[in-house]
Nanobody, 119 residues
Framework: QVQLVESGGGLVHPGGSLRLSCKVS????????MGWFRQAPGKQRESVAH???????VYQDAVRGRFTISRDNAENAVYLQMNNLQFGDTGVYFC?????????????WGQGTQVTVSS
């Protein structure tokens, strides 16, 4: 089984920063495309960013230039550095790996970590 444990969320003011962590067990982050997702209240979960096995990164337009996804193979962890946070960034953040067969996120969702941006 794959386990994904997110941490690092919290309450911040607009313009603040947070660094989210995703500890992975059961699969290797170096062998998968890894991604961060978020879900605001009353809205569907959306992709935020992902990183390929080779380190290529892709970002949603809304976060490009402010967020950075990274991977630490030795720690088998994925991170999301979030700078200049805005009200629209509020939500529960999840990490996940993409199926090599379908290209879609796996069904192994963790509990996520809450990010709240408030003045």
């Amino acid at each position: 089984q794959v386990q994904l444990v997110e941490s690092g969320g919290g309450l911040v003011h607009p313009g603040g920063s947070l660094r989210l962590s995703c500890k992975v067990s059961g699969t290797m982050v170096s062998a998968n495309v890894m991604g961060w997702f978020r879900q605001a209240p009353g809205k569907q979960r959306e992709s935020v960013a992902h990183i390929s096995e080779g380190g290529y990164t892709v970002y949603q337009d809304a976060v490009r230039g402010r967020f950075t996804i990274s991977r630490d193979n030795a720690e088998n962890a994925v991170y999301l550095q979030m700078n200049n946070l805005q009200f629209g960034d509020t939500g529960v953040y999840f990490c996940n790996y993409f199926s090599r067969l379908t290209g879609e996120p796996s069904s192994d969702w963790g509990q996520g970590t809450q990010v709240t941006v408030s003045s």
